[in-house]
């Protein structure tokens, strides 16, 4: 879908993932194991994208990670941590140098972001703020069975199988693992771990999701 389709009701899709953060329901989507990020010093600077109310933050803290950074366009102005410094920024377009983190992190953030374009800019992002030889861990809800009736209505919407309306109006994407897997390889990253998973939603239903490790080369 491009920006031009999408109009205003991308808009209108913003403010209510933003009402949604308010009313304090997090997003579930699995967060990275000690296992994972085992190879990582704990004084590594090490990158939240898309951190809303710092979940993963407070996770990587309590794991021991003492240089923590988090961007977020809705969240920022309201976070009050202080094991992190938490900047106001579009994971598009993020607002630190080139080859300066030792891992990075998309958790739960692919479902927000519907374009194409969009996509692809967050991955390059991502391996651009990233050192050689640096990590990224996501955590993606899947294009999923439990959302089927959902997908059909979106498509007629959205001319887009995989984007649907939630409950609360906001309007999500899912992503199939055609996608993922094309999105790291175009942005510079070797896959070392691509699982399938069962998730939970934000409201407790069941769905399915992807727990990807890549790092680029």
């Known amino acids: ?87 106001a920024g579009r994971a598009e377009a993020l607002p630190f140098k080139s080859d300066i983190f030792r891992a990075s992190f998309l958790v739960g953030v692919l479902s927000n972001l519907v374009e194409d374009e969009r996509r692809s800019e967050v991955f390059r992002e991502a391996a ?40 609360s109006g906001g309007v999500f994407r899912h992503v199939s693992e055609e996608e993922l897997v094309k999105l790291l390889s175009l942005s510079g990253f070797k896959i070392e771990s691509f699982k399938r998973l069962p998730f939970t939603t934000m409201h407790g239903n069941p769905a399915e999701g992807f727990v990807v490790l890549a790092r680029k080369y």
Do not use: Q
Not at 11 to 33: D, F, M, Q, T
Not at 49 to 78: E, Q
């Open 1 to 87: 879908m491009t920006p031009e389709r999408a109009g205003n009701w991308f808009v209108r899709s913003e403010l209510n993932n933003k009402k949604i953060w308010e009313e304090g329901k997090p997003y579930s989507a699995p967060l990275p194991s000690s296992e994972d990020l085992k190879n990582i010093s704990k004084e590594a600077p090490l990158l939240d994208i898309g951190c809303g109310y710092g979940r993963l933050l407070a996770h990587l803290h309590d794991m021991g990670f003492s240089n923590l950074f988090g961007v977020d366009y809705v969240m920022a102005p309201m976070i009050r941590i202080n094991f992190a410094r938490v900047v």
């Open 128 to 167: 651009r703020v990233l050192t050689t030889g640096g990590i990224l861990f996501v955590s993606a809800f899947a294009i999923n069975k439990y959302y089927e009736e959902k997908y059909k209505k979106g498509e007629k919407e959205f001319g887009r199988y995989g984007i649907f309306r939630s409950s």
